[in-house]
């Protein structure tokens, strides 16, 4: 029996020797290969330089990729985007109907809405066109279930809206520019005539000046008395819109009816006037021609 005892004690010391050997050699394989992953970053530049390592970080992608498992999903993945491709268009379909809001160039577009002479009615009725399709696409669904995907369509409206809006003070800005100039040409004659109207009568080249300035007004009564409801419209209709315009022109507006009556006021005690100096002036007129 302790001969046996020896024998077993020996074999099992020479088992533990060849798996330390084992174990060694696959530690000096692995340093090996560790030490052929490291690569120099800095040359040295003189012999008392140091070499900076680093271990190359492994790359997983080629395994993941070529893993069938994930290769099986992947294309599972796929085949259920591919199949909902053709719904997910067709529920989108509902947008479509605004792609001239985007597609159109608006300064073209409205070069050759201004080239046929707008009036303040089709200004109008194209800002309202807008505003009740910013409305519409602000009733569109929130979102739209497409198998299990859900479209979230509240940045799409966003974007329609903002374009929308655009559109309303891109129209707004030149409806802006037509009766500000209508108006500022107003004031000129205005003030023009009310300089004019103002000169005193003392001979008769005051008397012909006054009388022009009258024959003026008579010719520009009407047509300005058709303008200044336009201009006053214009203005109301860029305020209730919330279109930007100048608070010195809406300031102004109001203030373009009172001046164009006090100077139809002017002029009719300048003709007044002009009536009660005549017998006077004939008088001088024949006394100097005879």
Known sequence: KDRLSKVRQQEAGNLEERRSSVTSTFTDVSDAASIRRLRFLDAPTSDSDSYSVVTQINNYYKGVAENKEVTRLAGMLSTCINSTKKEVTTALEQFKKYHHIWKVERDEALQEFMQTRPSLSEFEAQIFYYNQLADEIMAQVEFVNVGAIAIYTEPLKLSLTTETKAWMQHYGKYCNIK????????????????????????????????????????????????????????????????????R?????????RYSWERLLQQAMEVQDHLISLQPNFRGGLISNVK
């Open 179 to 246: 009766y500000r100039t209508e108006m500022d040409n107003i004031f000129t004659f205005i003030e023009e005539l009310t300089k004019r109207l103002s000169r005193p009568i003392k001979d008769l080249d005051d008397i012909r000046i006054a009388m022009g300035a009258l024959k003026e007004i008579r010719e520009k009564q009407i047509e300005i008395d058709m303008s200044i409801g336009p201009i006053e419209e214009s203005y109301a209709l860029l305020s209730k819109h919330e279109l930007l315009h100048a």
């Open 248 to 256: 010195e022109e809406a300031e102004k507006v109001d203030t373009l």
